[in-house]
């Protein structure tokens, strides 16, 4: 069976069907009907001031439930700041210049030495591949253990234990090996410059011979460690200052997003507290309002019911009055 909607009569629709001036038997249904619609009009004033109350109580409890979240989340983001290493942008960035000199180095080291061991053109594509595959070992490294072994900085991740004390350590004992091969790669190349210079002032001179030869070698041997190794360096240390500058960047943005949003549940907070509390204090004074609000509407419709019993009597026509008179005289009971 459908549901079918059940139309309550009230005062004022009763009321707005009469057109005309009330007779004393409609004037005493409506006073009838008047007291039960204010009765009714009380209640949904309860109702109204019922749902208003716990709408506020709502507001203010699931907008204290979000501040206590956004000041944890809050917390968190300020402790994750707090703990986070220093980075720099400008030393990131000046590490990965150092590794883009030591990576072109090493293409134009690679692009005279390789080719002409294989035997292929140095301008060709495979020539150009050989020149620059082995530079850019560091940047695939990184990549692998990024995507593939799920480490986000190798840096941080250097086998050196789990104790950041030999972390440190290790990685001090490393960059000074490093150092060292460089500068001995420096002796290396003067002396090389060295040899290059005897043999370019001795207009008798044929070639090297084996000593010098050795020189020579040891010097190309070293450059290309030390471009190779250096270029790494400064890539890996670069990205690591790049990635904990940005690390920071985005911790710092985070705090500010939930200050923000913090400060606008706040505000949301401050507005809804005074509205509970003005309902709490309507809310225990609900019999008395409830009681003013009838009376009023009590009173109220008494007065627009006086006001129709006060309308003027329509007074007919006098041709609708003569036709009325006639046909009482000369109707069928007068006419017997």
């Known amino acids: ?67 206590t979240k956004h000041e944890g989340l809050l917390a968190d983001a300020q402790k994750l700041v707090a703990s986070l290493p220093g980075g720099g942008w400008v030393v990131g960035v000046v590490q990965i210049a150092g590794f883009g000199t030591c990576f072109g180095a090493e293409v134009v080291f690679n692009l005279a030495i390789l080719p002409w061991i294989l035997g292929v053109p140095s301008r060709s594509f495979l020539g150009m591949a050989l020149a620059i595959a082995p530079a850019t070992a560091p940047v695939i490294l990184d ?30 004992a490393f960059l000074a090996v490093a150092a060292l091969v460089t500068l001995y790669s420096v002796w290396a190349l003067g002396a090389a410059r060295g040899v290059a210079g005897t043999i370019m002032n001795d207009p008798n001179a044929t070639g090297m011979d084996g000593a010098q030869q050795h020189v020579v070698n040891l010097a190309l041997l070293l450059v290309s460690l030390v471009l190779t190794v250096n270029g790494a360096l400064f890539y890996l240390f670069g990205v690591h200052d790049l990635r904990r500058a940005a690390a920071m960047v985005r911790a710092r943005a985070e705090v500010a997003r939930l200050q923000g949003e913090l ?49 003027p009597v329509p007074v007919q026509p006098a041709h609708v009055r003569v036709k009325e008179i006639l046909a009482g005289r000369l109707g069928p009971g007068r006419a017997a």
């Open 143 to 172: 990549k692998i253990l990024s995507h593939l072994l799920g480490v986000g900085d190798l840096v941080d991740t250097l086998p050196s234990g789990l104790i950041g004390y030999l972390r440190s350590v290790s990685r001090v």
């Open 1 to 67: 069976m459908e549901n079918e909607t059940i139309t309550i009569p009230t005062f004022d629709d009763a009321l707005r069907l009469i057109s005309g001036r009330a007779s004393l038997a409609e004037a005493s249904a409506l006073t009838e009907l008047l007291q039960v619609s204010s009765v009714a009009y009380g209640q949904s004033y309860r109702r109204q001031k019922h749902r208003e109350l716990k709408e506020a109580e709502s507001a203010v409890e699931h907008t204290s439930r979000l501040k």
């Open 263 to 311: 400060t606008e549940i706040d505000s949301r907070l401050v507005k809804a507290v005074p509205v509970l509390e003005a309902g709490r204090r309507g809310w225990e004074q609900i019999e008395e309002l409830e009681k003013s609000v009838v009376d009023a509407f009590f009173t109220n419709g008494k007065f627009r019911l006086e006001q129709v019993m006060a309308r």
